[in-house]
């Protein structure tokens, strides 16, 4: 069983997902970074040289074999965006939806810089904004709960999806 980690871009997957992982003494998979393998070149590079639908491809594929592990995985934040992945995603018991209110979202991406996203590399605030709203939805659909990462810190979140998921097991 894996517990998922969802959300758009900024909203603290990575940073989460990796102390969840340790303080519930499970496995961490950075799904960019075994995307990143599988290629074997950078999220940059298999966008620009291959296209998004080829980096959709083996992020398809990379969530698939996650899914059958024991550990906590961060994806990307368009992992809701094919059918397919949703469906995978319904079948999980963990599906933690991150959320992030608007400024501080930005705030996080404008900060992360060394962090390269194709998607919204030339896009403006409000576009960037608005591919959130687009995906909403998705995230929501797919998710078995959500936590509001805003102004929190990480030990905080941490403890929170703990107590929720007690609650539901
Ligand atoms: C993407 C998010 C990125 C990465 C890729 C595409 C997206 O991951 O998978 O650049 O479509 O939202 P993060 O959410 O970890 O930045």
């Not at 291959?50 to 959709?56: A, I, P």
């Not at 961060?74 to 933690?96: C, D, H, P, W, Y």
């Amino acid at each position: 069983m894996a517990i998922i980690l969802i959300g758009y871009m900024g909203s603290g997957k990575s940073s989460v997902g990796k102390q969840l992982a340790q303080s519930l003494n499970l496995a961490y998979v950075d799904l960019d970074l075994m995307i990143s393998q599988r290629a074997g070149k950078t999220i940059q590079e298999i966008f620009a040289q291959d296209g998004e639908d080829y980096f959709r491809k083996i992020e398809s594929e990379c969530l698939a074999d996650v899914c059958e592990q024991n550990s906590v995985v961060a994806t990307g934040g368009g992992i809701i965006l094919k059918a397919e992945n949703r469906q995978l995603l319904s079948k999980q018991k963990f599906v933690i939806f991150l959320t992030c209110e608007d400024n501080e979202l930005i705030h996080r991406l404008k900060a992360d810089q060394k962090n390269i996203r194709p998607i919204i590399q030339d896009k403006t605030n409000t576009e960037i904004l608005a591919i959130y709203q687009q995906r909403l939805p998705f995230y929501q659909v797919s998710a078995t709960m959500q936590i509001d990462t805003t102004n929190k810190s990480i030990a905080t979140i941490v403890n929170e999806i703990k107590e929720k998921m007690e609650k539901n097991t």
